[in-house]
Antibody, heavy 119, light 110 residues
Framework: EVQLVESGGTLVRPGESLRLSCGSS????????MSWVRQAPGQGLQWVST??????DMYYVDSVKGRFTISRDKYMLYLQMHSLRAEDTAVYYCAKGYFNDLSASLDYWGPGTLVTVSS | QAVLTQPPSVSGAPWQRVTISCSGS????????VNWYQQLPGKAPKLLIF???LLPSGVSDRFSGSKSGTSGSLAIRGLQSEDEANYYCAVWDDSVSGLVFGGGTKLTVL
């Protein structure tokens, strides 16, 4: 059974840094692109970042470029976040690509981890 | 403001059929396939439709998708109370090299 579980969400102050992790099991992690998607309280879904199967290609939404870095190792997905802002407050989901190429098809999602940025 | 445009809300009576539209542009829907997600209250999104009109294993065939030009559409037939949720379309957008979502549509079963 495919499982994704995020961790690392917490309350931080504006300007601080935080690293989110996503543990995987039940599939060949290295064979699929992985993404982070966030959802601000009461709002819709917003794509944050995607990393290719080998980790060599990373893509980001404009609002996080230069502040967030996506990475992966053998079984884990990460999101390093710097210079956090109030507008980064959201539930962050990690999601598995359905295919081994880049697309908007994300077939498994974790339950999410809440990041709150507030003074 | 979302790149893909969806109606904020739709409603229908039990057993009726409803459709949700998703309007995009040549750089997203015009070039790549449309996906649809269902998000139940307090839950993570679930993939409902991929490649414009294909259903992942386990998804009810009451759901169907279509695409024409730069617009996509999700249809739900035989509405049930359990279908009450938010629905999002999503596409890879070549102009931003990233994934874009619609603003979401809240479905209410009357």
């Amino acid at each position: 059974e495919v499982q994704l579980v995020e961790s690392g969400g917490t309350l931080v102050r504006p300007g601080e840094s935080l690293r989110l992790s996503c543990g995987s099991s039940g599939f060949t992690f290295s064979s699929y692109p992985m993404s982070w998607v966030r959802q601000a309280p009461g709002q819709g879904l917003q794509w944050v970042s995607t990393i290719s199967t080998g980790g060599g290609d990373m893509y980001y939404v404009d609002s996080v470029k230069g502040r967030f870095t996506i990475s992966r190792d053998k079984y884990m997905l990460y999101l390093q976040m710097h210079s956090l802002r109030a507008e980064d407050t959201a539930v962050y989901y990690c999601a598995k690509g359905y295919f081994n190429d880049l697309s908007a098809s994300l077939d498994y999602w974790g339950p999410g981890t809440l990041v709150t940025v507030s003074s | 403001q979302a790149v893909l445009t969806q109606p904020p809300s739709v409603s229908g009576a039990p057993w009726q059929r409803v459709t949700i539209s998703c309007s995009g542009s040549s750089s997203n829907i015009g070039q790549n396939s449309v996906n649809w997600y269902q998000q139940l209250p307090g839950k993570a999104p679930k993939l409902l439709i991929f490649y414009d009109n294909l259903l992942p294993s386990g998804v009810s065939d009451r759901f169907s998708g279509s695409k024409s030009g730069t617009s996509g559409s999700l249809a739900i037939r035989g509405l049930q109370s359990e279908d009450e949720a938010n629905y999002y379309c999503a596409v890879w957008d070549d102009s931003v090299s990233g994934l874009v979502f619609g603003g979401g549509t809240k479905l209410t079963v009357l």
